[in-house]
């Protein structure tokens, strides 16, 4: 497995999660005493040159945001993680929230001191309750240290993190539904502008970061952004967490520097396709993925190269399905999670949704027509092109490009035919 | 004197209505059925001093909550595609016959609720279940019928 | 101002920095579809229905929501747009009831209009509607939910405008609702019934309940002698119900249709809000006198009454115990009129023409009962006299002029000033002044209480002593003003609230669609009527003064206060 490094994953499994102890003296908090001794431009600086970018899915360089966190002169400032982990087939905040969230605070307590912030929240979903009590306990040994509450370091300098858990809902995923949910709201996205880092929690300038973002810093600030940068090629700094899952060998999360192609991943980390098999198709980023054969997988994993195929990174899930898959009833598990998780705020995500599953349950059920590829059509290009927020815009990416390599397979089954044996075709028979 | 269950609960969150998210899972953990009366969000309305159909909303919004009655262990089935591709399908189907219920509704005992439930980042041991906070994955019929077993010797 | 330029459709034009999408395209005569969209209220861009093309964005973009920026070059029309709003429209169309023709909006559904414009013939995707039972069990409003479109107008009405938060979002995808607590009957949720929900609502949704076919019986009725009174705000906005011009005056017009309508006798609602000024001025001054609870509160508002009682019941005594002008009206037609008319009160059914819905329950209430009989049999909205008039086939605009019958036809500008906000306390100014100082006043025109900020102060000096009044209108403001109250820094003496918005000229009954725009010109029209009027104080008024010689003796008389005055009822968490 030489592709694999372990840079922000290092101490995973190798310290108890709550104990400072452990991680004080694997080298934790190494960073957090180095940045008390730089300027917070100095910090942005650093952040800037690892080439960081938001891990979340949106992807946009962490340095920047920093940067436009730091010039806005308003008062409070809010730090906030994002750790809703929602996407299906994401669980690698699992892991460092569960096995070292103290390198997460550390990470967050830098940036509260780059913005002179007092209050940070980690928003974790509420199906991870042990992992929130993990985290808890973190967060009481840190202040009980020194490393965080107030006067940390014996300096000046104070900052609290409280955890705030989700109930169930993917949108809150969504910067603004998140904080809407941290006031104790139903988490339906705002509008935009004004933008969190204006007007976030409590209408205060907010910084919103990802929990493998933010995990991040403290190599960063330790090594240097070159260093980090370094491990991964000129477009896409540092190392990715990936997870995979599916029907591949090796389940698991995995640290992987930028620049390693997908087939690398699927077949040499992942251990390839269990059981003899083949490979039918991959999603990255979770269910509002792009979906794509098995030639599209000597991609590198780069935001750059998989970008010119018109795919995201999104939260770095690999999904894998074999040959004993079908693709109409994978869209139609796509579809039904997306029905079940909009908020229902905007016509073309409460209504889209609810129709596009009608018309992939019409091919799963071979009653099926021509006609309802564009029917389908025209609901994707207005959520993509028109919904309220990225969820609604996303939720028809598995289709469109599902759409786009395996269309024979939607047309087998207006011939009342599924390759893969999962299809009940009943509507077929009863016609 | 002791409170109410919900003013004890309240007071935990110094009566702020922006921990309402949390103030609504703890209730529901109080209810011991996995669910949160009527009368209990009429009251944090009136105690938080904040429209009832502002708590509703935030009730009936997240998926986690339930305003019936449900079993004392809600087991909810991942229905979300990495647990699809490891035919996650078959477990639902094989939790309908070892209970003799169908998914959405709870044993005439009251023990056990079926749900399906989206993904919970329990991937890597697809197909996953969960039963309260307890997650169970790599899961075939055996392995279930033992899981199903156990709480139920639990509960003796 | 910083200006920018843009291109829209390929025409250039100049629009202030700020200006979104949608205006600026007014500019060049294209008018983008809206549905969420209400010029009052806050930009919500969730029905999608008004999506553009701006070059070099990744995306289609809401004109409602996104605001210009210099070289922007939009498409309003480009074959994208126009695609993603058709789907938009048709997906709101699946799931929406098709019964049109027997909708209570037929001709006035935003939603219809558009479909029109769009020149849709077939919706493609399946009708996904699901048909819920309708909320008509109160007598003010009706919720048909089947229709809602979740734009949020509504919402916002109830929960930002009254702060009354009595519907509200509720789950979520397609069961994303706008509805009570648990989908309760509006009787049983919060609601106090103003109608700002039905006035914002772009399809049939939530309307007021139709209480037209009782009139029709009545009058139907060669037993029954129907009289019939109109509030000070009708006669300002009736006319655009058929095609005037904002805020047009029509009271001529108006009598003249109710007496086609074959109503026995068309009254005036301002002889009893001169009557009011007489009794709630007379308990004010009792009140200063005798260190009674101040400061006082007008009550003449039915959904006024409803919040304060349902929210505040600890305030309550601070209302004066005047019934509203409406009910004074309707306990008089059923004594001193039927007595003066030799008619059996039984006989005798009272219709009220009013800018409220609150006014269809207020009717109902046990306390309006002093006659014996309710005294206000049905209550009627502009809306629903609009659509009698039509229904009638009556050709409102070549009516000619007529005026109201005696007794109840004569009034003051200061019973026609009752229909905007601070009407009341103006008029009640005019008439304290002069009767506790015995002086002319000077200057009648209390301008500073007119107009539509919400939170209005003047300082009267009577007698030496400096009155400080205040003057509320949206339940928004009033909640401010009564938790001033409250925390004991409020150093008013006499308070007016009126509900709604700008007033009864705003009231939940006035014409759909209502605007602060339509507010205002409505409020203009109504000091016209004012200053129209030969006699412009409430103690002026001949019939008044008539009134109280020959049936109520005196202001605040034992049979004025079992007539012209009521008690409230704490409905707090009931």
Not at chain 1, 404 to 425: D, M, P, Q, T, W
Not at chain 2, 55 to 83: H, Q, W
Not at chain 3, 490 to 512: A, L, N, S, T
Request: aromatic share 8%.
């Amino acid at each position: 497995m030489a592709k694999m490094v372990r840079l922000i994953s290092k101490y995973c499994g190798n310290v108890r999660p709550d104990s400072v102890e452990d991680y004080v003296k694997a080298g934790g908090y190494a960073a957090l005493k180095k940045a008390m001794g730089m300027g917070p431009l100095d910090i942005i600086e650093e952040v800037k040159k690892s080439k960081l970018m938001g891990r979340g899915g949106a992807a946009y360089p962490t340095g920047i945001k920093w940067e436009q966190a730091y010039s806005i002169t308003k008062n409070p400032k809010y730090i906030v993680c994002n750790g809703d982990e929602g996407e299906p087939g994401t669980y690698k905040d699992r892991l460092m929230l569960g096995q070292n969230p103290l390198q997460l605070i550390e990470g967050m307590t830098i940036a509260a001191r780059v913005l002179d912030a007092r209050e940070g929240y980690i928003y974790i979903r509420g199906e991870y309750k042990a992992i929130q009590e993990t985290v808890k306990k973190a967060i009481e040994n840190a202040v009980k240290a020194g490393y965080l509450g107030d006067n940390i370091l014996g300096t000046q300098f104070s900052f609290h993190l409280e955890v705030v858990s989700g109930a169930g809902a993917y949108v809150c995923g969504e910067n603004t539904a998140l904080v809407e949910s941290i006031e104790g709201k139903a988490g339906r996205p705002r509008i935009k502008p004004p933008f969190i880092k204006n007007a976030g929690l409590y209408l205060k300038p907010t910084l919103l970061n990802n929990v493998e973002t933010f995990s991040c810093i403290p190599y960063i600030i330790d090594n240097g952004g070159d260093n980090f940068a370094s491990y991964g090629n000129e477009h896409s700094g540092g190392t990715k967490l990936v997870s995979l899952s599916g029907n591949v060998e090796n389940r698991d999360v995995y640290e992987v520097p930028f620049g390693i192609t997908l087939r690398e991943l699927v077949y040499e980390i992942g251990g390839g396709i269990p059981e003899g098999r083949t490979l039918k198709m991959v999603q990255l980023g979770g269910s509002s993925g792009a979906c794509f054969p098995e030639a599209v997988l000597d991609t590198q994993l780069c935001y750059k190269d998989l970008k010119s195929k018109g795919i995201s990174l999104g939260s770095g899930a690999v999904l894998v399905l074999d040959d004993s898959n079908c693709i109409v009833d994978f869209v139609k598990c796509i579809m039904e999670f997306f029905v079940h998780e909009s908020c229902g705020k905007c016509t073309p995500c409460r209504e889209g949704n609810r129709h596009i599953l009608m018309l992939v349950e019409k091919f799963a059920d071979g009653t099926a027509t021509k006609a309802d590829f564009e029917k389908m059509k025209r609901i994707c290009d207005t959520m993509k092109y028109g919904a309220f927020c990225g969820l609604g815009q996303t939720a028809t990416t598995a289709l469109i490009t599902c759409l786009k390599y395996f269309k024979e397979e939607f047309e087998e089954h207006i011939e009342g035919k599924c390759r893969a044996g999962v299809c009940s075709l009943n509507g077929k028979e009863a016609k | 004197m002791k409170g109410t269950v919900v003013s004890e609960v309240l007071t935990k969150y110094d009566n702020s209505k922006d921990r309402l998210v949390q103030i609504l899972l703890d209730l529901q953990e109080e209810s011991g059925q996995n669910y949160i009366p009527r009368e209990w969000l009429e009251e944090v309305s009136q105690k938080l001093d904040t429209p009832l159909t502002k708590v509703y909303d935030v009730a009936t919004f997240y998926a986690m909550y339930n305003l019936d009655p449900k079993g004392r262990y809600v087991i909810e089935v991942c229905k979300s595609a990495p647990c699809r591709s490891r035919k996650a399908e078959t477990l639902a189907q094989s939790l309908e016959k070892l209970l003799s219920i169908k998914m959405g509704e709870t044993t005439a005992d009251g023990l056990f609720t079926l749900q399906h439930t989206s993904c919970f980042g329990a991937c890597d041991i697809s197909p996953a279940i969960k039963i309260g906070e307890k997650v169970y994955g790599n899961l075939n019929e055996d392995k279930l019928a033992e899981i199903i077993r156990a709480y139920r010797e639990g509960q003796k | 101002m910083k200006t920018v330029n843009i291109l829209i459709d390929h025409i250039n034009v100049n629009v202030p920095e700020g200006t979104t999408i949608l205006e600026a395209a007014k500019k060049v005569g294209v008018s983008i579809p809206t549905l969420c969209y209400h010029p009052d209220q806050k930009v919500k861009a969730n029905c999608r229905i008004c999506l553009v093309e701006v070059k070099g964005s990744k995306g289609l973009n809401t004109a409602c929501s996104t605001t210009v920026w210099d070289g922007m070059e939009i498409l309003t029309n480009s074959k994208m747009a126009r695609d993603a709003r058709k789907t938009v429209l048709e997906l709101i169309l699946a799931n929406h009831p098709q019964d049109c023709l027997s909708c209570i909006r037929n001709g006035s559904c935003e939603l219809q209009k558009l479909t029109n414009e769009f020149g849709l013939n077939k919706i493609s995707f399946d009708n996904v509607v699901e048909r819920k039972a309708k909320d008509n069990t109160n007598p003010s409003i009706v919720r048909d939910s089947s229709k809602c479109i979740k734009c949020n107008r509504c919402v916002e009405a109830c929960n930002e405008v009254q702060t009354v938060g009595a519907i509200y979002n509720s789950h979520r995808s397609y069961e994303y609702n706008i509805t009570t607590a648990f989908d309760m009957p509006l009787e049983e949720s919060t609601c106090i019934y103003c109608g700002q929900c039905s006035l914002v609502c772009p399809v049939g949704a939530i309307y007021e309940k139709s209480d037209i076919d009782k009139v029709w019986a009545a009058l139907d009725n060669p037993d029954m002698h129907v009289v019939v009174q109109t509030a000070p705000a009708v006669r300002v906005s009736l006319g655009e119900e058929f095609g005037d011009g904002r805020g047009g005056i029509v009271t001529g017009k108006m009598v003249a249709a109710l007496s086609r309508l074959g109503f026995n006798k068309v009254f005036d609602t301002d002889f009893t809000a001169d009557l009011t000024i007489l009794e709630e001025g007379t308990e004010f001054i009792g009140r200063v006198q005798n260190g009674g609870t101040l400061p006082m509160i007008t009550s003449c508002s039915p959904g006024w009454i409803n919040f304060i009682e349902k929210f505040y019941p600890e305030c309550l005594p601070h209302l004066s115990s005047c019934k509203s002008p409406q009910q004074m009206f309707g306990a008089l037609a059923k004594t001193y009129y039927a007595e003066k008319a030799g008619i059996s009160p039984d006989k005798i059914f009272v219709v009220s023409i009013m800018p409220c819905t609150a006014k269809k329950y207020e009717c109902t209430r046990e306390e309006m009962r002093s006659s014996g009989y309710q005294d206000v049999d049905v209550v009627l909205t502009t809306r629903e006299l609009a659509r009698m008039i039509k229904q009638a086939g009556i050709s409102f605009d070549s009516l000619e002029e007529e005026e109201y019958d005696d007794p109840f036809g004569i009034t003051t500008g200061a019973g026609a000033i009752f229909g905007a906000t601070g009407g009341v306390m103006e008029a009640a100014l005019r008439t304290v002044y002069e009767v506790l100082t015995k002086e002319t006043l000077q200057n009648i025109d209390f301008v500073a209480v007119r107009g539509l900020t919400g939170i209005k102060e003047a300082t009267v000096n009577i007698n030496g002593m400096d009155v400080k009044v205040a003057v509320a209108n949206g339940i928004k403001n009033a909640r401010l003003v009564l938790e001033k109250i409250k925390s004991g820094e409020c150093d008013y003496k006499f308070i007016e609230v009126m509900c709604c918005p700008g007033g009864c000229i705003g009231g939940g009954g006035q014409p759909v669609g209502t605007t602060n725009k339509d507010r205002e010109c409505r409020i203009c029209s109504t000091y016209e009527v004012d200053k129209s009027m030969p006699l412009r104080k409430s103690h002026e008024s001949p019939a008044v003064k008539a009134i109280y010689e020959e049936y109520l003796e005196k202001p605040n008389s034992h049979k004025s206060h079992h007539l012209l005055h009521t008690h409230y009822v704490d409905r707090k968490n009931k």
